[in-house]
């Protein structure tokens, strides 16, 4: 049996079947790749092809003895699907596709989930970057969200869903992108060495005060 997590699996609840999570940055699929899953999932009897709320295609019901192979046809890596660590970086269509994009979330977008995706961290922590105030990468529930305006990035933090849920609040705004990738780096360092253990971003700023974790971060 594997452990959630090792070979990048997470065991699915009739404990004999496991999920794969491809990792698909940014959501963005060719139709090669939807191709190459599709075939993937026929040749090893896949049970379903689940679009996740990271805007991954999960594999679903793979048997152990097929995961090894099952990596090795898909030449993906995994998805930092469970565990402490950076998981999704949501990012909207912004100005590449979207009319009403203000800025290039998927370039922000590629450039953090270069950086950042599956660095361990106390708990989980994700990421949206929105081309526009209407939020469609769900910026009010991220631990570390970018929003484009006409000015630049607004920049929010301290959102997550869960058990405990927390709306996200205003950092700062109008920068650009290197301002908003340098932001971002002063963010998630300050979370890593504050943080207690599976503290979310809004649980530690709660503790420290927003006016001490901005005098920290800004
Ligand atoms: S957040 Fe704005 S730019 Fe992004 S998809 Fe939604 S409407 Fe378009």
């Known amino acids: 049996m594997l452990k959630d997590g ?31 899953l599709s075939e993937i999932a ?27 192979q099952i990596w090795s046809d898909l030449e993906m890596d995994p998805g930092a699907a469970v565990g ?11 100005t590449t596709f979207c009319r009403l994009g203000k800025q290039d979330s998927l370039g922000l977008g590629a450039e953090l989930d270069k950086r950042y995706h599956g660095l361990n961290l106390p708990a989980k922590f994700k990421m949206g970057v929105s081309g526009c105030v209407n939020q469609c990468s769900e910026n009010c529930i991220k631990d570390l969200g970018f929003i484009g305006k006409s000015n630049g990035w ?17 950092l700062t705004s109008g920068l650009s992108t290197e301002e908003a990738l340098a932001l971002a780096e002063k963010v998630i360092d300050f979370y890593a060495k504050n943080a207690k253990k599976a503290d979310r971003m809004g649980r530690l700023i709660e503790r420290v005060g927003m006016e001490e974790f901005m005098r920290a971060v800004l």
């Open 6 to 36: 090792e070979k990048g699996v997470v065991l699915q609840r009739d404990k004999q079947t496991y999920a794969i999570v491809p990792h698909i940055p940014l959501g963005i699929v060719t139709p090669g790749l939807l191709t190459r």
């Open 84 to 94: 402490p660590c950076i998981r999704s970086i949501k990012v909207c269509p912004g």
């Open 154 to 170: 607004t920049v929010t933090v301290g959102g997550n869903g869960g058990p405990r849920p927390m709306l996200a609040r205003k």
């Open 42 to 68: 026929d040749r090893y009897q896949i049970t379903a092809m689940k679009i996740t709320s990271a805007d991954r295609i999960a594999l679903v019901g793979v048997k152990e003895e097929d995961v090894d």
